[in-house]
């Protein structure tokens, strides 16, 4: 435990705070791969994968006013292994994202994180998080360059570049690599974006699965790199993952690790650096001890300046029973709206987001203009314009 003075004093300098962004992780377009290398790549949409459900998005932006998805894909399917990691595409399966993409900013008038799934690995998702080569290791013969996954970036950006309601998240969860690999591969995309002519808001991660507990810690921490990085439209945000179980996995039903204790750090960091953060991965089981950490959670967002958005893991279309996060792998259901258990009571949707997240969502939330790291207007989901 830290001392009490190093907590308050996040709070107090805080006090003025506005979270901007808030909704949950769609969770979908990276399911099917999962078994022998090369299953379910391609995969078939709507059979293997699938990246929203326009019901469910509906339900989150008209009853619930969220203003934030973060979208996942895999990065196999988007640039296709026979052609490498690169500017090739596989033209169908991004039509297919962005039609998603599409829904939910111009259908809906709400921002999309875009979100490459892969741990920064390429070419096998088969056993993720751990499977695939390591983006940028020269030792590895198998990887993908540190130069293709710009190349990816700057193609990704370039198809998006006119949507200000787009939002590029570099990668999810970088793991087991240098924090130096995980900068230059960050730079690499920040800039083959900005060269893409695309202005949007970036949001890059750390080492160590971009875990706020862990931003300070070890001998190769992300706090000695991460500051480093260039944006020469100075927008770019930091990508935190959070979770309150003992080990910070996201895996066990009991939220034991408080917000205000394991993100003082970071929280510091940010401030002294000038940085902003979202954080777009954590999330409770449906008890108590986790809906009061959960609430503490939000509560410490939503006081400290640092930090201008956030997204819940997670909902998505084929959750069915199984829960996405912290369960001990009891089948509890997902964010989804609908989501019932494996015994037919309410999900998590029910259990958790209704009554634990739905309350501390902030009534004035940012509807209209380009994301920025500082923000737009803001208003009420009936006042916001579109």
């Not at 619930?64 to 500017?87: D, K, Y």
């Not at 499977?131 to 990816?152: H, L, M």
């Not at 190769?220 to 979770?243: G, M, Q, V, W």
Request: hydrophobic share 35%.
């Amino acid at each position: 435990m830290k001392a009490t003075s190093a907590l308050l004093a996040p709070l107090i300098a805080g006090a003025s705070a506005t979270i901007y962004y808030a909704g949950v992780a769609e969770s979908g377009g990276e399911f099917g791969a999962y078994g022998t290398p090369g299953t379910g790549i391609p995969g078939t949409f709507g059979k293997d994968y699938q990246f929203i459900n326009q019901a469910g998005v509906d339900t989150h932006v008209d009853k619930n006013h969220l203003n934030l998805f973060r979208i996942a894909f895999l990065l196999e399917r988007m640039s296709p292994p026979s052609t490498g990691l690169g500017a090739t595409f596989d033209e169908t399966h991004f039509g297919h994202f962005k039609d998603a993409v599409d829904y939910v900013t111009v259908t809906k008038g709400a921002y999309a994180i875009l979100d490459p799934h892969n741990y920064m690995r390429y070419n096998d998702p088969s056993a993720q998080p751990y499977s695939g080569s390591v983006i940028g290791n020269s030792s590895d013969p198998k990887a993908a360059t540190t130069a293709q996954f710009g190349e990816f970036w700057g193609e990704l950006a370039s198809r998006f570049k006119d949507n200000e309601k787009v939002i590029f998240g570099l990668m999810n969860e970088p793991h087991d690599m240098t924090t130096e690999l995980v900068l230059e591969n960050n730079q690499a995309a920040i800039d083959a974006i900005r060269a893409a002519g695309a202005e949007n808001l970036i949001i890059m991660p750390g080492n160590s699965w971009t875990g706020g507990h862990a931003w300070t810690e070890g001998s190769d921490p992300s706090s000695a790199l991460l500051n480093k990085f260039k944006d020469p439209a100075n927008n770019t945000a930091i990508d935190i993952h959070e979770y309150l179980d003992v080990d910070f996995s996201g895996s066990h039903a009991q939220c034991v690790s408080d917000a205000a204790t394991h993100l003082a750090d970071l929280t510091a960091w940010l401030k002294t650096n000038n940085l902003k953060a979202f954080i777009t991965e954590f999330g409770g089981a449906n008890n108590t001890g986790c809906a009061t950490m959960l609430k503490d959670m939000l509560n410490y967002m939503s006081s400290n300046e640092e930090y201008i958005g956030w997204t819940a893991w997670a909902a998505g279309p084929f959750w069915g029973p199984n829960s996405p996060c912290c369960t001990d792998s009891a089948q509890l259901g997902s964010l989804e709206p609908g989501s019932t258990a494996a015994d037919g009571t309410p999900g998590l949707y029910d259990t958790v987001w209704l009554p634990v997240f739905q309350p501390l969502v902030p009534e004035e939330l940012q509807w209209n203009g380009k994301a920025t790291v500082n923000g737009g207007e803001l208003s009420t989901f009936e006042a916001r314009g579109n």
